[in-house]
């Protein structure tokens, strides 16, 4: 190695350090901790701190709660991420075909997914109440009154509405960076050959769109177990553990049980659990591109 | 015909972002209106007032939340520029030791639930006595948003050609120098990508204030939301009014940079 090479590599390496260093002591560390911690039984009720092995974990997979949890979030996810991909698809068409205002209607259509999730939450909360907003206009158009939030099943579709609310701009805006890729002498040419608007969306736009699609869709997935503070704000995980989603389960493992190793064997369960479906869907999207 | 077709579609469009637009707009309204009209369904502009505001900000005291929120954000973004920009530059641009390592350990942080990491990082800051203090934030702070600022400063640098580094050097100039003056400017688009979404997700966090902050007066606004509630039930009016102050920044931001904002996720995570 060349002296001048190994100058610059003692550069690089106090450019990184700082944020190394840091990340090494906030980030890396209490993440080591916590696996290991998973492994022990480890309260704040008691100062003893046994070693259990897999003992978290095996309790994890046979615990009503944290299943229930998991296929809640994992019912919330599929629901949701449909929703905001075909309304943001639609939307992203509409905005990319030369409508009046376009770019103000972008601009402004992105707002929900950057609004603070608190103020989402305790908006939700008020226009979701017994006399807020949607009651009073249900009942003037002769709809019963909803008690949306005290409801199992309306609290569900509450947080479902909102959370779709939040992620569809975001979805929308992502495909819109695509569809904008798209050189327009594809869509020309097809629409010379005598192609319908609708045969150009599917044949042209959503074969192209497709590595957009599955980006979306892996981070939704991954963003949909990690979603807290609007859940949490609007129901606490009720009523009855209806929107009790994985995240919030992990909230009240850790500091309503006070179980802090069980807590992070649930947590690296649940990361397990995300790395593999990414991998999945990643692994699948680079073979069906080396094809 | 096309003309025709083309109102429909913004026709459509617009109803659409209205519909979206509606929630924020009706928490705007109900902040400005007298306690007696808080629950009525009228779209009236009359009669608005910021009695709401002037509770939220004396009876509710939340300038110091606000004031809070806005340093804590602050320093994230400038020690996140200080600290991750140059690490961004020699990740992207020199082969150091544990680079691959380094940079796989980042994209999973990304994936991982705070919640995971959270208690034992509550205890770290406890062993160094700095619980309860605005610096346990900015310092968690700083490093949550390193993963996504080094990723977004990772992209822009690798756009720079490599031919400019190398005539600068050539011309005598020192490594830093050449960082600092020259190709640092050539990503300004993505710095204040980076900046601007390091900014709204810290004034945005809930959860890492609201564990390792426990006294009042140190609290982010974001959880200062949360002391409209009390046993009497919640006090809709000034809460809807601190929730619009607590809007402002990032509406302000989106308005900006908005686009941009999404465009730099987006096409970074696609050549990922």
Sequence with gaps: MSRIDKEKKVFGVKLVMPALLISLCVLLFPMVYSIIMSFFDWRLTSPSRSFIGFGNYLRALSDFYFQSAIYRNLLFAFISIPFQLIVGFFVALLLSSGIKGEKWARILFIMPFFTTPAVVGFNARWIFSSRGILNQLSSGIGLSQVSWLADTNFAFIAILIVDIWQFTPLVCLILLAGLQGIPTELEDASAVDGASFFQRVFYINVPLLRPYFVLVIIMQMISAFRIFDVPYIMTGGGPADATMLASMQLYRTAFSSLNFGYASAQSCIILLFMLVISSILLIGELRRTKK | ?272
């Design chain 2, 1 to 272: 015909m096309r003309d025709k077709w083309n109102l429909v579609r913004t026709f459509v469009a617009w109803a659409v972002v209205g519909l979206f637009l509606a929630p924020i707009v009706w928490l705007l309204l109900t902040s400005l209106r007298p306690d007696k009209d808080l629950f009525s369904t009228s779209l009236s502009i009359t009669g608005l007032t910021f009695k709401q505001y002037i509770i939220a900000f004396k009876t509710y005291g939340i300038s110091r939340y606000l004031s809070n929120s806005i340093l804590l954000s602050l320093s994230v973004v400038i020690l996140n520029l200080i600290f991750g920009v140059p690490a961004a530059y020699a990740l992207s641009r020199i082969s150091i030791p544990g680079k691959s390592a380094f940079i796989i350990f980042l994209m999973f942080m990304r994936i991982v639930p705070i919640v995971a990491i959270i208690i034992p990082l509550f205890l770290l800051m406890s062993r160094v006595h700095l619980t309860n203090t605005l610096i346990s934030l900015v310092i968690a702070h700083t490093a949550f948003k390193f993963p996504m600022t080094i990723w977004l400063c990772m992209i822009s640098f690798l756009g720079v050609p490599v031919e400019i580094e190398e005539a600068a050097e050539l011309d005598g100039a020192s490594h830093f120098k050449v960082f600092l003056v020259i190709v640092v400017p050539m990503i300004l688009p993505g710095l204040s990508v980076a900046a601007i979404v390091a900014f709204i997700y810290t004034w945005n966090d809930l959860l890492v204030a609201l564990i390792l902050i426990n006294t009042r007066s140190s609290q982010t606004l974001t959880v200062g939301l949360s002391y409209f509630l009390s046993e009497y039930g919640i006090a809709w009016g000034p809460m809807s009014a601190a929730g619009v102050v607590a809007l402002i920044p990032v509406i302000v931001f989106a308005l900006f940079a908005g686009e941009a904002l999404v465009k730099g996720l987006a096409s970074g995570a696609v050549k990922m």
